[in-house]
């Protein structure tokens, strides 16, 4: 049996992600779907079991901008390299087919779910509806991450079974109304608050909603949506440093994440992020292209400021810069960073380090209790003002939404100039979505939305070589070669693969 049935066998159990300690059910040889779904207790294990998949899909995207002009992947093993090289196929690497894989299976959990938490009575109504929502977020939340890299997908709104790994493909399009749909129900039925920190909210449904709108160019929408979370109560953290480190996780800025507890439930993204001189694998490191993009602190680039020193390179720069990135004979724990091949460049957003003199005596972690942020404010002001310019051009609610992520207390970056042209603001828009936003896991995303990948990639060297990026075939990841070997599929293959 090859990939999608197995999952389609996985997804019958989706108790099976809880731990066997945690679990105890007067069964001792089996659990089915016709015991399990009887107490509020077995629903949180099913829904836990949906955000068990979330965080198991969402801890490696850090890894996304190796794929775009941001970063560079040290090790091509890791399965991200060859698709920034322009050398992968459908067989491999890694990433294109757990991300279809975890995708398909935090559907199917999810459907589960759905499906059997309306014929269950007894339930308190809150909790139900707020179940629900929740359900019908990650429903939403996977199939538009499917829709992102693979384009059209089968749309499966039911349960798991066999005859599922034989469905055809749906269009782009079919897919991203039924994920609107399962936003907007989900939104009606989600609290603006939950008691349990790192719940899916109603804010969390509307700006997602926000994001599918502008991915898709509905600018009008996106907007629209995008305003509606403005007025929800979030607001910037004040230090753009701190908003990565996990005393701070959590705040006013955060809309959804997904979250981690060490070392019970920890990710890796600190240590795969770690410069080798601290003990961290430095598996993501910056490109010089990217250290390049951040302005002058008089808003002009290197190239146009009259204070680009270029023996001082990292001097009176954004400090964004020195705040996501530690520059070559920077401290890091008490000792001057070096990585080698890479520039003297590591990645210093979501770690903690300590820029003091003081050697640190505490070991460099293997696993990290630091959340995943995945939609925060600054995305929403971005996306307002990057859709309402596309909408209709760069009014002064385009500017003060910008502005206000320049003007957060750590950073102090002048504002926008006025005057700007719908073109000017767009480029301006952009660069600060690819600052502000670095790591986040959009820049890959954004470049292939607006058609410019083959722009800012082909040539592009790093340590590994040039890039090529063929427009023809690698706006789209392959749907993966495993599923074309179930009898009787109905999938097509993306073009050029």
Not at 185 to 193: K, N, V, Y
Not at 355 to 367: I, L, M, W
């Amino acid at each position: 049996m090859k990939t999608y049935i197995k999952i389609i066998f996985g997804l019958f159990f989706i108790f099976a992600s809880c731990d066997e300690d945690i679990l105890e059910v007067s069964s001792t040889t089996q659990i089915s779907s016709e015991t399990f779904w009887q107490t509020e207790s077995d629903v949180r294990l099913g829904l836990n079991g949906i955000y068990n998949r979330f965080s198991a899909l969402e801890q490696n995207y850090i890894y996304f901008d190796v794929m775009s002009d941001n970063a560079y992947n040290n090790y091509p093993w890791e399965g991200y390299k060859a698709i920034a090289d322009g050398t992968h196929d459908a067989s491999g690497p890694g990433a294109i087919s757990w991300i279809w894989a975890d995708c398909f299976r935090g559907i199917g959990r999810a459907n589960v779910l759905l499906e059997n938490i309306e014929t269950m009575d007894g339930l308190n109504s809150d909790f139900k509806n707020s179940t629900m929502g929740e359900a019908l977020f990650f429903r939403a939340f996977f199939y538009f991450t499917l829709t992102d890299f693979y384009g059209g997908v089968p749309l499966i709104l039911e349960s798991p079974k066999l005859e599922h790994g034989q469905l055809p493909r749906d269009s782009k399009e079919v897919v991203i109304t039924q994920v609107l749909a399962d936003l907007n129900a989900a939104a009606a039925l989600l609290p603006e608050s939950q008691s349990e920190v790192g719940k899916i909210t109603k804010g969390a449904a509307k700006a997602l909603k926000s994001r599918v709108l502008l991915y898709n160019s509905r600018w009008g929408e996106a907007a629209t949506a995008a305003q509606e979370v403005m007025g929800m109560g979030y607001s910037l953290f004040p230090n753009y440093r701190d908003l990565f480190r996990e005393a701070n996780e959590n705040n006013k800025e955060v809309i959804f994440d997904a979250q981690y507890i060490s070392p019970e439930q920890g990710n890796f993204m600190e240590l795969y992020l770690g410069s080798y001189t601290v003990g961290g694998w430095s598996s993501v490191v910056p490109l010089q292209n990217m250290v390049d993009e951040y302005e002058m602190i008089d808003g002009n680039s290197i190239d146009e400021s009259i204070l680009f020193d270029p023996s001082n390179p990292y001097e009176n720069r954004d400090p964004r810069l020195k705040q996501t990135i530690s520059v070559p004979g920077a401290t890091l724990n008490g000792i001057v960073n070096h990585v080698g091949e890479f520039g003297g460049f590591c990645f210093k957003k979501y770690t903690e380090y300590d820029e003091s003199d003081v050697v640190s005596a505490t070991p460099y972690p293997t696993q990290s209790g630091l959340n995943a942020i995945i939609i925060r404010y600054a995305e929403i002001l971005l996306t307002y003002a990057e859709a309402k310019n596309e909408a209709s051009g760069p009014d002064a609610t385009v500017y003060a939404a910008i502005n206000e992520i320049r003007a957060r207390p750590s950073v102090n970056m002048p504002p926008l100039p006025s005057g700007l042209t719908k073109e000017e603001m767009r480029q301006a828009i952009r660069h600060e979505r690819r600052v502000e936003l670095l790591l986040e896991g959009t820049r890959y995303s954004d470049i292939r939305r607006w058609g410019i990948a083959e722009d800012v990639l082909n040539g592009l060297t790093d340590a590994g070589g040039t890039r090529v990026f063929n427009p023809s075939r690698d706006y789209l990841f392959p749907i993966p070669s495993g599923e074309f070997d179930i009898e009787g599929t109905k999938l097509e293959q993306n073009p050029g693969y």
